[in-house]
């Protein structure tokens, strides 16, 4: 099992009750895909830099928002957003925003050209998503890696890869989250 370090810059959301942070190179569309997860009914936490904790107990790894970026989105074309006055017109039940959640579920976004990706997957690779393991501090996060290409609804990718390991998740007894198959 490969580990990689937690980056310090992503997007931090909660997601069916799931805290999900996409990570990705800057420039990749992180904070749009985000805009149209919160139209989805998705709710931010923090855009760019969460700070991160270690709770002891359980042990749990927490991103929190910096006071100064609450509710607050960049998108490149529009500037920034605030995501609290764009959506102040839904039911106030609906949570857009909290200041902090517990991580259990990363996704990093890759660029790819579609047809050069799928040739470079063997049949098993094709079946089979590409799960990673971020480290931070001797908390691990599970976490996959996603393909962007043009015409892939990405946004509906991620909401069923967060249901999916929900559901994987559920079926463990342990405190740690488990996928079914390690790469």
């Given at each position: ?10 997007v ?13 190179d800057?420039?990749?569309g992180?904070?749009?895909i985000a ?5 989805q009914?998705?709710?931010?936490i923090?855009?760019?830099?969460p ?8 042990e ?7 006071k100064?970026f ?8 529009l ?13 106030p ?8 959640q517990t991580i259990?579920?990363i996704?990093e ?7 050069s ?5 063997n049949?098993q ?10 480290q ?11 393909h ?8 509906i ?8 390991f ?7 007894s ?8 390690e790469q």
């Open positions: 099992m490969t580990m990689l370090q937690l980056p310090s810059h992503g931090l959301l909660k997601l069916h009750n799931i805290g999900i942070y996409l990570i990705g800057s420039g990749i992180k904070s749009e805009l149209q997860l919160i139209h009914g998705a709710c931010l923090c855009d760019d830099a700070n991160f904790i270690v709770n002891k107990n359980p749990q790894i927490t991103g929190h928002c910096p100064d609450y509710g607050l989105l960049h998108i490149h074309d500037g920034i957003i605030n995501i609290m006055e764009i959506f102040s017109s839904d039911p039940e609906r949570e857009i925003f909290k200041p902090s259990h579920f996704i976004l890759v660029a790819a050209d579609r047809l990706v799928i040739k470079k997957q049949p690779q094709l079946l089979s998503p590409v799960h990673q393991y971020w931070y501090h001797n908390q691990t996060i599970p976490g996959i890696r996603m962007l290409y043009p015409g892939r609804n990405i946004p990718m991620i909401k069923t890869a967060v249901m999916q929900s559901a994987l998740s559920h079926k463990t342990s405190n740690h989250y488990h996928l079914s198959a």
